[in-house]
Each structure stands twice: as structure tokens, then as C-alpha cells.
């Protein structure tokens, strides 16, 4: 046996190491650790439930508004609120553009390297790559031209030496499957999706006055003007730059990302018998189109999938989330092996190797994630199970965008139970949301139009109209996964918060049963052709799109100032 540490991971959120056995060049075994210790929870506990967002929010600096959101309807559904749907329609268009951006993203910047060979790119013949281009899209920057343009831009980068975040990829690897043109039609719309990015998530910053970190929340509703005749509030002109910004983002989504994925695809169709998983699949649900806290009008639905079955589709309930600390570097109070997040606890205890170390082995607990399990069954969270999940409900749009996807690999659906699974399945949930949120934008200026301008329900805004103990839960399908945030009010006052995000259900530890978390169990059976340059195992941890930012946090009990910033 051999064992191979990745630390830290890069291109990703927060601090992770990946540790895995291996034989015959073969994942046996492996280890998630998250290195970082958790005590956002802590920090909301005492405060105002109605400011619980802001901080929530502050989890991470790319997952804001979906904390913010989660948050407040975790204190709506504690003391009973219904928003408007004037709030239903804006907070769609604010998550559904944050999956847009987040989604391209993750493909050009943060996964696709695991893919695309960028030196192999410098040897490109730009016209043959202008051919490929404009072989599966009718996207406007295709010609000879413009590649060499891109080729000789690359050049001059490497000849600069100030390589930065490519410095240390892995070029040349025998991995890599795909021709120099095609690998520089990647680095050039890698380029491209910089600028796009930044473009249309001003649809955020519209709607959430900033971003990231939006400001318009509110428990109840919204915290803006919307008034088509007034100035100063969302008027049909906002309304209008919203709908152009949308189409921006459908353009690309649709003839760059979307041709992208599939071409990439083609070449590395093995991968879709590796990385499968655990076989379990959770999907909160999300984007309400009718009563915002019924899932029978959610646009993604609610759902369970065990054992890859797709013939089942099983129900949600929080009640039946649990957190388990047993390989934790955290102890619970009563040597509880799991706790339900209403009486969730968040006390570290260190107990691993002290750093700096060579490896995890012989730690009984290896990581600051919790492990969360659903009936004690670990459980994938994601595009994946999203898709999976609205497949198996028959939903139409996502049953026609996955079969049309699979048709174009001609791969069928147990292809999707992969790593390759997963990159196809967030490019098919990309190009159905860019597509709704035209829906949701149209839907908000029709209500507008007929007089109703309801942003917020306030009738419980006053602390003393509130029980004096409220629990309640708040979800959200962030676009890593599923999101819930419990909180516990006595008195007016947080007592307990506890966050169980996407990357805690994918990058737990092992249970006090010893069930591997998502991470972990994708990892087994990968081969390596490199031990020393292990690709493959970026591959499939990337495909989750990892936010350790999220899943765990840094808390100072001594207060103090961390950081002083002079103005001069």
C-alpha cells in the first residue's frame, strides 16, 4: 500500500486535504479532511434573529446570498412568516443568477484545468481550432484570427515566467486526453468567461444593492422599492437592463459553456465509470413558483434517491438530518454519536497529529466537518442529485435537457452516477436556469403591473408579538448543494444556530458507523497514472465544486482585534 496526500486542495473555497491508499495505482482508501475549525455558529448565538442573515452571509465570500437566504427563512419558518410575491420572484432571480455565474465558473476557473493541458495549447494551429469552434457553436469569436490572437497572448505569458496559479499544474500528464486545439478553445473562452462573469451578476448587485454580500434581505420579505413609476426603486427600466443582462448570460451559457462541456466530455468518456459515489442523492428543492414553503410549487424538487434507484423517488423531512462527531475534531456534550441541528453543538476538540504532519494515519478523528447523515445514510448533495432527483420526478424540462445531454455523449443514464456525471449535470441545470430566470423576470413586472407592490411581511417584526421559544429551518439549494440552517429563539435571542452546508454532507469524515462521506467514497477505485502528479483525484473532488469556506470556519474565543487597517 502506498498512501498519497494532496494538501492544501487548490482551486478551490477554504482549506482541504485529501489523503488516499493506493495499490496497482489504484484508490483503495481515502481520507477528507477539512483543516480548518468551525465557529461561525457560535458567533450568531445571543444575537437579534432578524441580523442572523448578515452575519450568515459571512460564512463565505463566493456563497453569500445563499446563507443570507437560507437564514432568513430559517426565522420566517420559526415564527410563521409568508413572504410576498413580489420576495418569492426577486429572491428566484437573485439565486437563480448566483447558479449562472457560480456554475461557469466553477467549469473555466476552477475545474477545467483538471481537464485541459494549457502548454499543449501553445502548439495549437489556430485554424484547425477556428474549425472546431465552429463545428459545435455559432458563437461570434471563432475565427483563425482571434485563436492566434489568444495563442500568442498565452506565449507571452509563459515567456513572462509569472506563471502564478499555472505555475505548478500538472502539464504533460499522460492523463490528459484532449488535441492542442482543443485545449486552446478552452483557455480561450477560460479568458473569456473572466469578463462575462463580472457582467451579469450585476443582476445581483440590482436586485441585492451589492455584491457579494447583498443588502436587500429582511425576515419577511424583501428590503427594497418596487414602484414601476418611481425613480429611486425597481422600476420597469431596472426591470429592462435585467432582461438584457439575462440574455447576455444565456448567449454564453448556451454557445460556449454548454458546446464546452460536451466537447471535453467526448474525449474523456472513461470518466463516466469512475468517481460514483456513495449512491445516495439529497435535494432540498427550490425556486417556490407558487406558495414559497410548499414543495409540491418548487421549479427543482424535493427528494431522496438510495442506491442509485431511479424508479423511487423518496421524501425529505429535516427532522431526519443528524450530525455525527465520532471522526470530528469536536465532542458533544453527553457523548451523543448524533445530533439533530436544533440541539446541535459546536465545541472543538482538537485531537488529531500536531502540524506540521506527513499523514492523517492512525487518527481516529481526522476533520473540522461534522459528519451529517439523513437516517444515518450519507448523502451526495449537488447539481447531481438535483438533476437526479427532478429526473426521477419526471420533471419535464430536466428529463428532456438530461436525455438530450446523454444522447450527445451517447452515453446512457448510469453514466450519470460519475464524475463525468457530475460536470455534465451542473452544464444541464446551468442552461435550464438561464432559461428561468426570463420566466421569473417576466412574472415579477406582470405582478407589479397589476398594482400589487407587497415586498415584506412585517407583521411579526415586533420581538413582542414573537412565542418566547420558536425553532425553525431554513433551506436552500445553494449551487453546491443543499443548504439548511436551523435556529433555536428564546426570548427574543438566538440560543442555538447551527449550519449544515453542501460541502459538510460531501466532505464529511467517516460516521460513528464508519460510512465514508461523498468525497471519500467517489475517491475509491480512481486510478492513478502519476502518484506523484495526481490529476485524477482533483477530477473528482473539483466535480463537487468543494467550499471548506463554508464548512468550516475561524473563531477566536479571546476576542482581540485580528486585523488593523490604516487609512493614510
Not at 343 to 357: D, L, S, V
Not at 397 to 417: I, N, W
Request: aromatic share 8%; charged share 20%.
Amino acid at each position: 500500500m502506498a498512501r498519497v496526500v494532496v494538501d492544501p486542495i487548490t482551486r478551490i473555497e477554504g482549506h482541504l486535504r485529501i489523503e488516499v491508499e493506493t495499490k496497482g495505482g489504484i484508490v483503495t482508501d481515502a481520507w477528507s479532511s477539512g483543516t480548518m475549525f468551525r465557529g461561525l455558529e457560535l458567533i450568531l448565538k445571543g444575537r437579534d434573529p432578524r441580523d442572523a442573515w448578515v452575519f450568515a452571509q459571512r460564512a463565505c465570500g463566493v456563497c453569500t446570498t445563499v446563507h443570507a437566504l437560507a437564514s432568513v427563512r430559517a426565522v420566517e419558518n420559526a415564527l410563521g412568516l409568508v413572504i410576498p410575491t413580489n420576495a418569492r420572484l426577486i429572491r428566484n432571480l437573485i439565486a437563480g443568477i448566483q447558479y449562472v455565474q457560480d456554475h461557469v465558473i466553477h467549469f473555466y476557473h476552477l475545474h477545467a484545468l483538471d481537464w485541459v493541458d494549457v502548454v499543449s495549447a501553445l502548439s495549437a494551429d489556430p485554424a484547425r481550432t477556428s474549425d472546431l469552434a465552429q463545428s459545435i457553436s455559432a458563437w461570434p469569436l471563432s475565427s483563425a484570427v482571434y485563436f492566434k490572437g489568444v495563442r500568442d497572448r498565452l506565449q507571452a505569458f509563459v515567456d513572462s515566467g509569472q506563471l502564478g496559479p499555472f505555475a505548478n499544474g500538472y502539464w504533460g500528464h499522460p492523463a490528459y486526453a484532449l488535441p492542442p486545439e482543443a485545449n486552446l478553445l478552452a483557455v480561450a473562452h477560460y479568458l473569456q468567461a473572466l469578463d462575462w462573469q463580472r457582467d451579469v451578476i450585476k443582476i445581483q448587485a440590482i436586485l441585492g444593492g451589492k455584491n457579494p454580500h447583498p443588502q436587500t434581505y429582511v425576515v419577511g420579505g424583501m428590503a427594497m422599492g418596487v414602484d414601476p413609476n418611481s425613480p429611486t426603486a425597481l422600476t420597469v427600466r431596472r426591470l429592462s437592463e435585467i432582461a438584457e443582462l439575462t440574455a447576455r448570460a444565456r448567449d454564453f451559457v448556451e454557445q460556449v459553456y454548454v458546446p464546452d462541456v460536451l466537447a471535453v466530455a467526448g474525449f474523456y468518456k472513461d470518466w463516466a465509470g469512475h468517481g460514483a459515489g456513495i449512491g445516495n442523492y439529497l435535494s432540498y428543492g427550490d425556486f417556490p413558483e407558487g406558495a414559497p414553503d410548499d414543495p409540491r410549487s418548487f421549479y427543482l424538487p424535493r427528494g431522496r434517491i438510495l442506491g442509485r434507484d431511479l424508479s423511487k423517488v423518496l421524501p425529505v423531512d429535516q427532522a431526519s438530518v443528524a450530525e455525527s462527531v465520532a471522526h470530528s475534531w469536536y465532542t458533544y456534550e453527553g457523548d451523543e454519536t448524533a445530533l439533530h441541528p436544533w440541539k446541535g453543538q459546536t465545541n472543538p476538540k482538537y485531537g488529531g497529529p500536531k502540524p506540521p504532519f506527513d499523514t492523517l494515519e492512525g487518527s481516529a478523528t481526522y476533520s473540522w466537518l461534522k459528519a451529517p447523515r439523513y437516517e444515518d445514510q450519507p448523502m451526495e448533495v449537488g447539481p447531481l442529485a438535483r438533476m437526479l432527483v427532478a429526473y426521477a420526478s419526471g420533471q419535464a424540462d430536466v428529463k428532456t435537457a438530461v436525455d438530450d445531454a446523454l444522447g450527445a455523449l451517447g452515453v446512457g443514464p448510469e453514466a450519470l452516477f460519475s464524475t463525468l456525471g457530475r460536470v455534465a449535470a451542473r452544464a444541464i441545470e446551468t442552461s435550464l436556469l438561464v432559461n428561468r430566470l426570463g420566466v421569473w423576470q417576466r412574472d415579477l413586472e406582470a405582478n407589479l403591473k397589476t398594482g400589487d407592490l407587497a415586498i415584506a411581511d412585517t407583521s411579526r417584526w415586533d420581538p413582542t408579538s414573537w412565542p418566547d421559544h420558536a425553532e425553525g429551518w431554513g433551506f436552500e439549494e445553494a449551487p453546491r448543494g443543499s443548504l439548511g440552517h436551523w435556529i433555536v429563539i428564546d426570548k427574543g435571542s438566538i440560543t442555538n444556530y447551527q449550519m449544515v452546508v453542501p460541502s459538510t454532507w460531501n466532505g464529511s469524515p467517516r460516521d460513528a458507523a464508519g460510512h465514508r462521506g461523498a468525497w471519500e467514497e467517489a475517491l475509491i477505485g480512481t486510478p492513478l497514472a502519476d502518484p506523484e502528479r495526481p490529476v485524477e483525484i482533483l477530477r473528482t473532488i473539483h466535480s463537487f465544486d468543494p467550499c471548506l469556506a463554508c464548512a468550516v470556519h475561524v473563531h477566536d474565543p479571546a476576542g482581540g482585534p485580528g486585523v488593523t487597517v490604516s487609512v493614510v
